[in-house]
């Protein structure tokens, strides 16, 4: 029989060590003959990201020496850390950011001293030579240099220059016969969902790029993943039609293969993404989303033919195709990360590869997603995923209404998924309703929804925000008394914002959120140096709307409390944001709190740090609204808790 308890003191079997013991995070997949590879951050061991092989066999082993770990910082987001070819692995070392040639254990360093960092690797083999983006660190004072380079393989490490002048490149790939090479590019103040070009070019004898041509994107039109099919033919993906489509090159112009109201890409926020690739001379393995659920298709190129793959899955990414066989990182609500294969030729056409956690948690406990769109306030649509508070074995009392959970995702161009989200699980678990928003601005609804937060950030996404909490306390599903906001990086502005410009929230969590908006645009790297240009307006031409939107000048205006997660080493949003709001809610005697992390950057990384963080956030929710969290945790000191109640 079920205990009655109140909402947020149940006790669940998903503890805070269940994000981080026995889990890592999965990425990059790649294929190299029969052997398969992929990266794993391991939050057991500070996040190192180590490279993993599994062979034909079925043997795997981890392929970076102890205690190397493979990761770039280009752009700071890094991505496209390593490539592959006949056993030779050549990979961006975190700790010097320098390329390396891996051969068994054996490390030898392919790039030249000096600060730079790489990223997007690919090798021209016949030209013995690594072909890369290149970001110079090298210039004090000045701006970072994007440019795209060729390094020969022996020793001399000889650096040549293939494009330059670009802020951004990505994606440079070279045809399969090597006669021809298209990449990526972009200027500020446009960010690679707003406006990329994609560049073809014919390679020179000596190696050097000529006839260069813009062939696609420009203003407008956002190109992602320029791609070479195994016959020659280029083919890329463009949202000129509103949706994300794949698109392939004729020569003279661009033809659509399967036009749909759905999306073949996402933000480019790290190099390497890849959302097709080519199962073989006529068959495209593809993934698209439509209204928040991935899924995964066979497209015939003959006959331009879509055909949907029954997976199970609705969140898939990282698509890689070889040898007639596709690889892909898949999950739902009830089963968290894997790398799949899929073998059309097959008896078993998914097999499961390698798993992100060893166990996944008994489904009794699981709360599943309800898809929701809401009216805004402003009479608009936006779009979100419900979580009802859900552990069988507790119920509420009968007078009572959960908790609410509003959680906003990053970016802010971003999107919310439906795959198993332990976050998420820990507080349906414990007795919290959840609304994960995809508020105007976020992507898989095309570019006309992305684009309604163009100049309204701080505007749109905490009206849509508000406006959900509001549609569920409205239904009876969520206590309007007891309704907090969280929210990480991007989110982390919307969370606070929300807090300050609206009165729907009472209490909210900010995890290395901004509190400034001028101090982001001063401060920020250089990738998204010019983001807010777009989002805000011109800097400094717009410094009022800055100082408007920005909730560290209108802290009279917040009157509830607030926590505070951040990493010490964050160069996005630098610790000094945190700090500066903290000081502001405690001058005026507003409860807050702050919990720093030494060796954390944008995110953590580290299993004790985020098993820290989720459970001072319950800890502080539970002081807020006045139960008593069931877990056993370290108190966390809030400034001014006697005035809460």
Same mark, same amino acid.
């Given at each position: 029989?079920?205990?009655?308890?109140p909402? !947020?003191?149940?006790?669940?079997?998903?503890?805070?060590?269940?994000?981080t013991?026995g889990?890592?995070?999965?990425s990059?997949p790649?294929?190299?003959?029969?052997d398969i590879?992929?990266?794993?951050s391991?939050p057991?061991?500070?996040g190192r990201?180590?490279l993993v092989?599994?062979?034909?066999?079925g043997?795997r082993?981890d392929?970076t020496?102890?205690p190397?770990?493979?990761? /770039?910082?280009a752009?700071?987001?890094g991505?496209?850390?390593?490539c592959?070819?006949?056993?030779?692995v050549?990979c961006?070392l975190?700790?010097?950011?320098?390329i390396?040639?891996?051969?068994?254990?054996e490390l030898?360093?392919?790039?030249?001293?000096?600060?730079?960092?790489y990223?997007? @690797?690919t090798l021209d083999?016949?030209?013995?030579?690594l072909?890369?983006v290149?970001e =110079?660190?090298?210039?004090? =004072?000045?701006?970072?240099k994007a440019?795209i380079?060729?390094?020969?393989?022996?020793?001399?490490?000889?650096t040549?220059?293939?494009?330059s002048?670009a802020?951004?490149?990505?994606?440079?790939?070279?045809?399969?016969?090597g006669?021809?090479?298209?990449?990526l590019?972009?200027?500020?103040?446009?960010?690679?969902w707003d406006?990329?070009?994609?560049h073809?070019?014919?390679?020179?004898?000596d190696?050097?790029l000529?006839?260069?041509?813009?062939?696609?994107g =420009?203003?407008d039109?956002?190109?992602?993943?320029p791609?070479?099919?195994p016959?020659?033919?280029?083919?890329?993906?463009?949202?000129?039609?509103?949706w994300?489509?794949l698109?392939?090159?004729?020569?003279e112009?661009?033809?659509?293969l399967?036009?749909?109201?759905?999306?073949?890409a996402?933000?480019?926020w790290v190099?390497g993404?890849? /959302?097709y690739?080519f199962?073989?001379p006529?068959?495209?393995?593809?993934?698209?989303?439509?209204?928040?659920?991935?899924?995964?298709?066979?497209?015939d190129?003959?006959?331009?033919s879509?055909?949907r793959?029954?997976?199970?899955?609705t969140d &898939?990414?990282?698509?890689?195709?070889?040898g007639?066989? !596709? @690889?892909f990182?898949g999950?739902n609500?009830?089963?968290?990360t894997?790398?799949?294969?899929?073998?059309?030729e097959?008896? *078993?056409a998914?097999?499961? @590869?390698a798993r992100?956690?060893?166990?996944?948690?008994?489904?009794?406990y699981l709360?599943?997603?309800?898809?929701?769109?809401?009216?805004?306030?402003?009479?608009?649509?936006a779009?979100g995923?419900y979580?009802?508070?859900?552990?069988?074995d507790?119920?509420?009392?009968e007078s009572?209404?959960?908790?609410?959970l509003?959680?906003c995702? !990053?970016?802010?161009?971003?999107?919310?998924?439906t795959?198993?989200n332990?976050?998420?699980?820990f507080?349906?678990?414990?007795g919290?309703?959840?609304?994960?928003?995809?508020?105007?601005?976020?992507?898989?609804?095309?570019?006309?929804y992305?684009e309604r937060?163009?100049?309204n950030?701080?505007?749109?996404d905490?009206?849509d925000v508000?406006?959900?909490?509001?549609?569920?306390?409205?239904?009876?599903?969520?206590d309007?008394e007891?309704?907090?906001?969280?929210?990480?990086?991007?989110? !982390?502005?919307?969370?606070?914002?929300?807090?300050?410009?609206?009165d729907?929230?009472q209490?909210?969590a900010s995890?290395?959120?901004?509190g400034?908006?001028?101090a982001l645009?001063?401060?920020?790297h250089k990738?998204?140096s010019r983001?807010?240009?777009?989002?805000?307006?011109?800097?400094?031409?717009?410094?009022?709307?800055y100082q408007?939107?920005s909730?560290?000048?209108h802290?009279?205006?917040?009157?509830?409390?607030? &926590?505070f997660?951040q990493?010490?080493?964050?160069?996005?949003v630098?610790p000094n944001?945190a700090?500066?709001?903290v000081?502001? @809610?405690?001058?005026?005697?507003?409860?807050?709190a702050?919990v720093?992390?030494?060796?954390?950057g944008?995110?953590?990384?580290? =299993?004790?740090?985020i *098993?820290?963080a989720l459970e001072a956030?319950?800890?502080?929710?539970?002081?807020?609204?006045g139960f008593?969290p069931?877990d056993?945790i370290?108190?966390?000191?809030?400034?001014?808790?006697k005035?809460?109640h």
């Open positions: 029989m079920a205990t009655t308890a909402y !947020g003191s149940w006790a669940s079997p998903i503890k805070a060590q269940t994000l013991q889990t890592v995070r999965l990059e790649a294929i190299d003959g029969d590879y992929w990266l794993e391991r057991s061991e500070k990201s180590v092989r599994l062979n034909a066999q043997l082993q392929v020496p102890h190397h770990s493979v990761r /770039t910082r752009n700071e987001y991505g496209g850390s390593y592959v070819q006949d056993g030779v050549y961006v975190d700790s010097d950011q320098r390396y040639r891996l051969i068994g254990k030898t360093a392919i790039s030249p001293e000096g600060d730079y960092r990223a997007d @690797l083999s016949e030209r013995q030579r072909i890369c290149r =110079g660190h090298t210039d004090s =004072g000045t701006e970072e440019e380079v060729a390094i020969a393989l022996d020793s001399s490490g000889e040549r220059v293939l494009a002048g802020d951004f490149y990505s994606n440079p790939r070279l045809s399969p016969d006669t021809q090479f298209c990449y590019c972009w200027n500020h103040p446009n960010m690679p406006s990329t070009e994609c073809l070019a014919e390679v020179s004898e190696g050097a000529k006839n260069v041509r813009m062939i696609a =420009g203003e039109e956002s190109v992602f993943q791609q070479w099919a016959d020659g033919e280029l083919y890329f993906v463009s949202d000129r039609n509103n994300w489509n698109y392939r090159w004729t020569g112009d661009a033809e659509t399967c036009h749909l109201d759905a999306e073949f996402t933000p480019q190099f993404m890849s /959302t690739d199962l073989g006529n068959t495209v393995l593809c993934t698209y989303t439509q209204e928040g659920y991935w899924l995964l298709a066979r497209l190129l003959t006959h331009g879509l055909t793959i029954e997976t199970g899955m &898939i990414s990282s698509v890689r195709c070889g007639g066989k !596709g @690889l990182l999950a609500a009830q089963h968290n894997c790398l799949w294969a899929f073998r059309p097959g008896t *078993e998914l097999v499961p @590869l992100s956690a060893s166990t996944d948690p008994d489904h009794h709360s599943n997603p309800e898809p929701m769109t809401f009216e805004t306030a402003d009479g608009e649509e779009h995923f979580y009802p508070p859900h552990n069988p507790f119920v509420a009392p009572e209404r959960p908790p609410l509003v959680m995702h !990053g970016g802010p161009t971003g999107a919310t998924q795959a198993l332990l976050k998420i699980q507080w349906t678990s414990r919290f309703a959840v609304l994960d928003v995809n508020y105007r601005g976020s992507t898989g609804y095309g570019r006309r992305r937060l163009k100049g950030w701080g505007v749109t905490v009206i508000s406006s959900g909490a509001e549609a569920l306390a409205q239904q009876g599903l969520a309007p007891r309704c907090a906001i969280r929210g990480s990086s991007a989110g !982390g502005y919307t969370v606070l914002a929300a807090l300050t410009f609206r729907t929230f209490a909210g995890l290395y959120g901004i400034d908006l001028e645009a001063r401060d920020t990738f998204e983001y807010l240009d777009t989002l805000v307006g011109p800097y400094p031409a717009q410094q009022a709307v408007e939107r909730p560290i000048r802290i009279e205006q917040l009157q509830c409390p607030v &926590i997660l990493g010490e080493e964050d160069k996005i630098p944001q700090e500066a709001m000081k502001a @809610l405690t001058d005026k005697g507003i409860a807050n702050l720093l992390f030494p060796e954390e944008h995110g953590f990384r580290q =299993g004790p740090n *098993e820290r956030e319950l800890y502080f929710y539970g002081q807020v609204f008593t069931a056993n370290e108190p966390v000191p809030i400034a001014h808790l005035e809460i």
